[in-house]
């Protein structure tokens, strides 16, 4: 059942959808499309679920393993008719959608991965770039998968913290740590 909101009809259903979908970085599941595209509330399940599969039809969005990217044709033709939804539509979208895609412009700068080794350890290797370059990149060895993966699963959620401790620790050393050469003298 429909509630009160801007949006009733499919077209702007349509162009809905392909708003939101326009300013994520990065393919998105079908359950966070959903939630986002019902921040009006004027939208019924059953015709959101029709204006979706008219988009992937269409060639406007691409469906692939359960998550929709808007395509080049999809982000031209919205780009030309998003100003006929209503502003106060447009603002809450931008609202509800900035979060999610700066969680995918920073999971897509981190990078935590790992292979076994033949020995029966595991390779990790954790990265983590700016947007521009990559400014640190590791590889440790972790003693099994369980230790591999609670590596990845830490700097996921803390690369940066990770990336500053680095720094920290390493121009700490440079400027504490007596050279190998004072050591010799000493003795």
Same mark, same amino acid.
């Not at 994520?24 to 986002?36: K, R, W």
């Not at 393993?65 to 033709?77: A, C, M, V």
């Not at 350890?121 to 640190?136: E, K, M, R, T």
């Not at 990770?162 to 700490?172: E, K, S």
């Given at each position: ?40 509330? *004027? $939208? /019924? ?6 204006? #979706? @599969?008219?988009?992937?039809?269409? !060639?406007?969005?691409? +469906? ?66 700016? *947007? $521009? /370059? ?6 440790? #060895? @972790?003693?099994?998968?369980?230790? !591999?993966?609670?590596? +990845? ?35």
């Amino acid at each position: 059942m429909e509630g009160l909101g801007f949006i009733h009809e499919k077209l702007d259903i349509k162009i809905l959808i392909l708003y939101i979908l326009n300013h994520l970085p990065a393919a998105v599941d079908g359950q966070t499309l959903s939630d986002l595209v019902f921040c009006d509330n *004027g $939208i /019924g399940y059953f015709d959101y679920s029709d204006c #979706l @599969a008219e988009l992937v039809d269409t !060639a406007h969005i691409t +469906e692939e393993g359960g998550k929709y990217r808007i395509t080049e044709k999809g982000s031209r033709n919205v780009n030309e008719v998003a100003s006929s939804l209503p502003y106060s539509v447009r603002m809450k979208a931008d609202r509800v959608t900035e979060p999610i895609a700066e969680q995918m412009r920073r999971a897509a700068m981190i990078v935590a991965q790992h292979t076994n080794t033949p020995e029966g350890g595991c390779n990790v290797h954790l990265a983590l770039s700016d *947007g $521009i /370059g990559q400014i640190v990149s590791m590889q440790l #060895l @972790a003693a099994d998968e369980a230790q !591999a993966r609670t590596m +990845e699963h830490y700097f996921k959620a803390h690369a940066e913290d990770v990336y500053q401790a680095l720094v920290r620790l390493l121009t700490c050393l440079l400027y504490t740590s007596p050279s190998p050469r004072d050591g010799l003298l000493s003795r």
